[in-house]
């Protein structure tokens, strides 16, 4: 998959396009009845903020991060059937939060938001994802998933999942999970003759990049490039 690199702060997209972003900042992107892949890759750096306008079409948002600062991401769906699959996944050494809010504006409008973090050292996160459909805004999807694995001892881990639904003609869910990993999995795979490190790290990327939307050879080099950063 080839990906263009978006060095402007505020790209209007009108055909169907693959992203990549690689530096912090605060981003606006507006997507006119297009099909658009987006993947975001931070390391050690700063704030991010992405605005995201639909006015038709659809996105997949991919991010992953390590050891990054606080994301801040909001979704505007403004047309009718206009959909957003974000994917945020992230290894966290320090405190670090996440905001995501998703509008629903247009009626037959989808969402899905599913976030995955691990917490190694000093790190803790806070997911805080509002949705909200506005009354009248017949047919939404909407649907939220959270989960963080803690591989530290920091018990400061918080999710906070909001849906603001002010119309009955619509579907909503959301779940959470904040915990570690079933150890019997881990003792699977050592009776199998693998390390106990090389186990966490199969899960991790597992966790962590299999859910992205992204093509096998850029998860393959995802795990390749992530995998020595777990330290147990």
């Not at 017949?138 to 849906?163: M, R, W, Y």
């Amino acid at each position: 998959m080839n990906r263009i690199l978006l060095k402007d702060k505020l790209i209007d997209v009108k055909e169907n396009t693959d992203l990549l972003i690689q530096k912090a900042g605060k981003y606006e992107i507006n997507i006119y009845d297009s099909n658009v892949n987006v993947l975001t890759i931070l390391e050690n750096d700063n704030d991010i903020s992405v605005d995201i306008n639909l006015y038709g079409g659809s996105l997949s948002y991919n991010s992953i991060s390590y050891n990054g600062k606080d994301q801040k991401i909001n979704v505007n769906l403004n047309k009718e059937n206009a959909s957003i699959n974000i994917n945020n996944s992230l290894i966290s050494t320090s405190k670090e939060d996440v905001y995501i809010n998703v509008n629903h504006n247009a009626p037959m409008t989808n969402s899905d938001v599913y976030n995955a973090a691990s917490t190694i050292k000093d790190g803790s996160v806070l997911f805080d994802v509002v949705s909200k459909v506005n009354k009248g805004m017949k047919g939404c999807n909407v649907n939220q998933d959270s989960k963080i694995i803690s591989l530290n001892d920091t018990n400061k881990n918080k999710v906070n999942p909001v849906l603001l639904i002010d119309e009955y003609d619509s579907s909503a869910r959301h779940s959470c999970f904040i915990g570690k990993f079933n150890e019997d999995e881990v003792f699977y795979m050592q009776s199998r003759g693998i390390k106990k490190k090389d186990a966490y790290n199969l899960l991790l990327n597992g966790f962590l990049i299999g859910k992205l939307d992204i093509s096998d050879e850029e998860k393959e080099k995802l795990n390749n490039k992530w995998r020595w950063k777990y330290e147990f």
